[in-house]
T-cell receptor, first 115, second 120 residues
Framework: AQSVTQLDSHVSVSEGTPVLLRCNYSSSYSPSLFWYVQHPNKGLQLLLK??????LVKGINGFEAEFKKSETSFHLTKPSAHMSDAAEYFCVVTEYTGTASKLTFGTGTRLQVTL | KAGVTQTPRYLIKTRGQQVTLSCSPI?????VSWYQQTPGQGLQFLFE???????NKGNFPGRFSGRQFSNSRSEMNVSTLELGDSALYLCASSLALGLAGGLSSYNEQFFGPGTRLTVL
């Protein structure tokens, strides 16, 4: 079974400072990993995905994540936070059953951005 | 291209009632997945439909069911509602999710805004 652990339930940064949201995963297979963002009262939007190509993945809005197999990590970073980045972020791992796949979500990290 | 739409957006029911939620995927998408989001349990996978067939199911009781129509629209039904069923129900569509024959592939899932169900 696959699982994903988001190490921080809440992260607070000042606008203009770097963002680091941590994610560790467990997988029996070569995983596909994703980061989604959810703004209040909105659905989820895909930020970026790793599917066994380049280990450094660039996403939308300046976010990127690095897949580190040796550390089973897929941390999300952004060099400079913006107020509009305040949202909940979910790290996701896929599980393939041969004919279908299922997403397993982390518990989420709420990012707060202050002036 | 229109996004994933879910109706209704908000719903209030009482214990013991049943409810049906609807999801219209992005045109051309054949896979529809449903998720339940609660503060305590987070986001949990309910089930996934592809070409009118349920391909995958999460760990929810039989009170939760779904179906998909030939136009890929999907409905989920919850019978005998309990207080704990209060949640945001999210629907996501994709072109396809997983391939048979030992290959695996991921197509991005596009999420709708959700239906917020409150059970009193």
């Amino acid at each position: 079974a696959q699982s994903v652990t988001q190490l921080d339930s809440h992260v607070s940064v000042s606008e203009g400072t770097p963002v680091l949201l941590r994610c560790n995963y467990s997988s029996s297979y070569s995983p596909s990993l994703f980061w989604y963002v959810q703004h209040p009262n909105k659905g989820l939007q895909l930020l970026l995905k790793y599917t066994s190509a380049a280990t450094l993945v660039k996403g939308i809005n300046g976010f990127e994540a690095e897949f580190k197999k040796s550390e089973t990590s897929f941390h999300l970073t952004k060099p400079s936070a913006h107020m509009s980045d305040a949202a909940e972020y979910f790290c996701v791992v896929t599980e393939y059953t041969g004919t279908a796949s299922k997403l397993t979500f982390g518990t989420g990290t709420r990012l707060q951005v202050t002036l | 291209k229109a996004g994933v739409t879910q109706t209704p957006r908000y719903l209030i029911k009482t214990r013991g009632q049943q409810v049906t939620l609807s999801c219209s995927p992005i045109s051309g998408h054949r896979s529809v997945s449903w998720y339940q989001q609660t503060p305590g349990q987070g986001l949990q996978f309910l089930f996934e439909y592809f070409s009118e067939t349920q391909r995958n199911k999460g760990n929810f009781p039989g009170r939760f069911s779904g179906r998909q129509f030939s136009n890929s629209r999907s409905e989920m039904n919850v019978s005998t509602l309990e207080l704990g069923d209060s949640a945001l129900y999210l629907c996501a569509s994709s072109l396809a999710l997983g391939l048979a024959g030992g290959l695996s592939s991921y197509n991005e899932q596009f999420f709708g805004p959700g239906t917020r169900l409150t059970v009193l």
